[in-house]
């Protein structure tokens, strides 16, 4: 495509881009009014493999107990993790915790407005702290989550992408300037019309920019198929958070052990199953074998 072309289609997608967040509102969510830092953080975690419509009531209570980083890294894993109730994935909790003590170690209580001091911090990664920097403090970084990165290859590249290449291909889109607006409004595509399964051609914004539409949408779809995740009833995730479940109404003895992670007939595997959350920092053995959060 000669470079002309290209600069053309790449400026008549940035229009459309910016142009769902400027006239139609996007979705209400509490995190898009926000601009502190921690609640940013906060909520980039929780979003994880959790849609947002199960995050909001914890969000909200969440930064109720815990309104500013001082206040998370002065409580105890075990108050975070009990806080967490209802999102799952509990590392996540104990990850929260911990860059929030970094960050009154090592940065003064203030969340660093820089990629790599960002990257640093406990369970943050590259997701987590482009969503930080564009979102906090509306820099100009490509945030490429899964919903983006199918805008990507079917509007832009046309054809199936790497999550790298993805990336790179967002970081070069970014109109200077507008950052924040660029990847809300980016997401917000993906999210409601560009779905995986059913993306809503004729209702999008971007069709007459898009390779994949333009060439009459031939097969294979360039969105990658999501991988089909591991069951989760009778699994150990599903022991793991019964016993953490367990654990925030109050200490677990050895005889109600097998009980608490729902298997009564398996305590080889519920006593497998709790080490594990031990060794992980998520739970705690005392004396007699009695278990507590940390």
Same mark, same amino acid.
């Given at each position: 495509?000669?470079?002309?072309?290209?600069?053309?289609?790449?400026?008549?997608?940035?229009?459309?881009?910016?142009?769902?967040?400027?006239?139609?509102?996007?979705?209400?969510?509490?995190?898009?009014?926000?601009?502190?830092?921690?609640?940013?953080?906060?909520?980039?975690?929780?979003?994880?493999?959790?849609?947002?419509?199960?995050?909001?009531?914890?969000?909200?209570?969440?930064?109720?107990?815990?309104?500013?980083?001082?206040?998370?890294?002065?409580?105890?894993?075990?108050?975070?993790?009990?806080?967490?109730?209802?999102?799952?994935?509990?590392?996540?909790?104990?990850?929260?915790?911990?860059? $929030?003590? &970094? /960050? #009154?170690? @090592?940065?003064?209580?203030?969340?660093? =407005?820089?990629?790599? +001091?960002? *990257?640093?911090? !406990?369970?943050?990664?590259?997701?987590?702290?482009?969503?930080?920097?564009?979102?906090?403090?509306?820099?100009?970084?490509?945030?490429?989550?899964?919903?983006?990165?199918?805008?990507? $290859?079917? &509007? /832009? #590249?046309? @054809?199936?992408?790497?999550?790298?290449? =993805?990336?790179?291909? +967002?970081? *070069?889109?970014? !109109?200077?300037?507008?950052?924040?607006?660029?990847?809300?409004?980016?997401?917000?595509?993906?999210?409601?019309?560009?779905?995986?399964?059913?993306?809503?051609?004729?209702?999008?914004?971007?069709?007459?920019?898009?390779?994949?539409?333009?060439?009459?949408?031939?097969?294979?779809?360039? +969105?990658?198929?999501?991988?089909?995740?591991?069951?989760?009833?009778?699994?150990?995730?599903?022991?793991?958070?019964?016993?953490?479940?367990?654990?925030?109404?109050?200490?677990?003895?050895?005889?109600?052990?097998?009980?608490?992670?729902?298997?009564?007939?398996?305590?080889?595997?519920?006593?497998?199953?709790?080490? +594990?959350?031990?060794?992980?920092?998520?739970?705690?053995?005392?004396?007699?074998?009695?278990?507590?959060?940390?």
């Amino acid at each position: 495509m000669p470079a002309a072309i290209e600069a053309g289609r790449r400026a008549g997608l940035r229009r459309a881009v910016l142009g769902v967040g400027r006239h139609r509102p996007l979705r209400p969510l509490p995190w898009r009014a926000a601009r502190d830092p921690w609640a940013i953080l906060v909520s980039e975690v929780m979003l994880q493999q959790t849609p947002p419509a199960r995050v909001l009531a914890p969000y909200d209570r969440f930064l109720g107990l815990f309104p500013t980083v001082a206040a998370c890294a002065a409580a105890t894993p075990g108050d975070v993790l009990r806080a967490w109730a209802g999102l799952g994935y509990n590392r996540r909790a104990r990850n929260l915790h911990g860059a $929030a003590t &970094a /960050v #009154v170690e @090592k940065h003064a209580g203030v969340i660093p =407005a820089d990629l790599e +001091a960002l *990257r640093a911090l !406990p369970g943050v990664g590259p997701y987590t702290a482009r969503a930080v920097l564009s979102f906090a403090y509306e820099t100009d970084h490509a945030v490429v989550d899964v919903n983006v990165a199918r805008v990507i $290859a079917r &509007a /832009v #590249v046309g @054809k199936a992408v790497t999550a790298s290449a =993805a990336q790179a291909v +967002a970081d *070069r889109l970014v !109109p200077p300037g507008r950052g924040w607006l660029w990847n809300q409004s980016l997401m917000e595509i993906g999210a409601l019309v560009c779905s995986r399964r059913a993306p809503a051609c004729p209702e999008c914004r971007l069709a007459p920019w898009c390779a994949w539409s333009g060439a009459g949408r031939p097969p294979p779809d360039p +969105a990658a198929a999501a991988s089909t995740p591991s069951a989760f009833e009778g699994s150990d995730r599903q022991g793991r958070g019964r016993l953490v479940a367990a654990l925030r109404a109050g200490p677990v003895t050895p005889r109600r052990l097998a009980a608490a992670c729902g298997w009564p007939d398996d305590l080889g595997r519920s006593r497998r199953v709790a080490a +594990a959350l031990v060794a992980e920092g998520l739970a705690r053995r005392g004396p007699g074998g009695v278990m507590t959060l940390p």
